[in-house]
Nanobody, 120 residues
Framework: QVQLVESGGGLVQAGESLRLSCAAS????????MGWYRQAPGKQRELVARMFSGGTTNYLDSVKGRFTISRDNAKNTVYLQMNSLKPDDTAVYYC??????????????WGQGTQVTVSS
């Protein structure tokens, strides 16, 4: 059993910053990758940013230069620093981890979601 616990969402004004955190716990051999998705009302869930254990990152084009993902592999925790937030960033943000729960056995785990609301 693996759980992801997210924190850090909230209501901010355009131009402000937020930092999201997601900690994984349970039966974990490794996690690769770990990252964040978001889903706005009426839209499909989309990848915002993810980070592989070796340090490779992928970002949604619209957040490049504003958002930064980082990981603490020892703590099985991923962070998303979001700067210069825009109203279009308003969504529920979900943490996702591709967990190797025992050697060569993998499962995708989702967090419960945290609301980010950016007012204009």
């Amino acid at each position: 059993q693996v759980q992801l616990v997210e924190s850090g969402g909230g209501l901010v004004q355009a131009g402000e910053s937020l930092r999201l955190s997601c900690a994984a716990s349970g039966s974990i051999f490794s996690i690769n990758p770990m990252g964040w998705y978001r889903q706005a009302p009426g839209k499909q869930r989309e990848l915002v940013a993810r980070m592989f254990s070796g340090g490779t990152t992928n970002y949604l084009d619209s957040v490049k230069g504003r958002f930064t993902i980082s990981r603490d592999n020892a703590k099985n925790t991923v962070y998303l620093q979001m700067n210069s937030l825009k109203p279009d960033d308003t969504a529920v943000y979900y943490c996702n981890a591709n967990v190797e729960w025992k050697p060569r056995q993998y499962m995708s785990v989702w967090g419960q979601g945290t609301q980010v609301t950016v007012s204009s």
